[in-house]
T-cell receptor
Framework: AQTVTQSQPEMSVQEAETVTLSCTYD???????LFWYKQPPSRQMILVIR??????QNATENRFSVNFQKAAKSFSLKISDSQLGDTAMYFC??????????FGAGTRLTVKP | NAGVTQTPKFQVLKTGQSMTLQCAQD?????MSWYRQDPGMGLRLIHY???????DQGEVPNGYNVSRSTTEDFPLRLLSAAPSQTSVYFC???????????FGNGTRLTVT
């Protein structure tokens, strides 16, 4: 079974600075998908970014970008120009081709003014 | 669009009671799933379905049953609630293989 590891339970960053959240995963599959989800205190799960494993180009969404290293099975999330509204739990997730999505334990990010 | 709708939002049960958490989606998604979220453990997959009439077990299926009689609905049944089932439950759906999951707003369940 696939496993997803987020080794940073908590992180903090000053407003307007850049922060990187780490994620590693373990799989024997060649085709899969990776995601980052954000969960603010409202409990809602919000998609941040998606990466297809067969694409070498790193995905970007405005201030959010990933560093996808397939050989190392690493999928980190970089948040640039951090804003107070970025304060949330962030979950890394792995999805196989049968849509079986597995999540990491999460990183609690606090953006300080 | 309503998206994924979960009911109820909160529920308190006594040990041994049974109940059903409802989940409905109006996006014609084939794939639906149930997760539980516990502190420090992220979201763990309970059961999932790739289409009407098809269900399969996830990581933590014990104590839960599901059925998928229609594309829209995917209820989760607790047959005999236990304190270990105290958690926040999320239902999710997606359009196709590799598509992001759309989540409901969650149900906070407490079993005393």
């Amino acid at each position: 079974a696939q496993t997803v590891t987020q080794s940073q339970p908590e992180m903090s960053v000053q407003e307007a600075e850049t922060v990187t959240l780490s994620c590693t995963y373990d799989t024997s599959e060649n085709n899969y998908y990776l995601f980052w989800y954000k969960q603010p205190p409202s409990r809602q799960m919000i998609l941040v970014i998606r990466q297809e494993a067969y694409k070498q180009q790193n995905a970007t969404e405005n201030r959010f970008s990933v560093n996808f290293q397939k050989a190392a099975k690493s999928f980190s999330l970089k948040i640039s120009d951090s804003q107070l509204g970025d304060t949330a739990m962030y979950f890394c997730a792995f999805m196989s081709e049968v849509n079986d999505m597995r999540f990491g334990a999460g990183t609690r990010l606090t953006v300080k003014p | 669009n309503a998206g994924v709708t979960q009911t109820p939002k909160f529920q308190v049960l006594k040990t041994g009671q049974s109940m059903t958490l409802q989940c409905a989606q109006d996006m014609n998604h084939e794939y639906m799933s149930w997760y539980r979220q516990d502190p420090g453990m992220g979201l763990r997959l309970i059961h999932y379905s790739v289409g009407a009439g098809i269900t399969d077990q996830g990581e933590v299926p014990n104590g839960y049953n599901v059925s998928r009689s229609t594309t829209e609905d995917f209820p989760l049944r607790l047959l005999s609630a236990a304190p270990s089932q105290t958690s926040v439950y999320f239902c999710a759906s997606s359009y196709s293989s590799g598509s992001p999951l759309h989540f409901g707003n969650g149900t906070r369940l407490t079993v005393t």
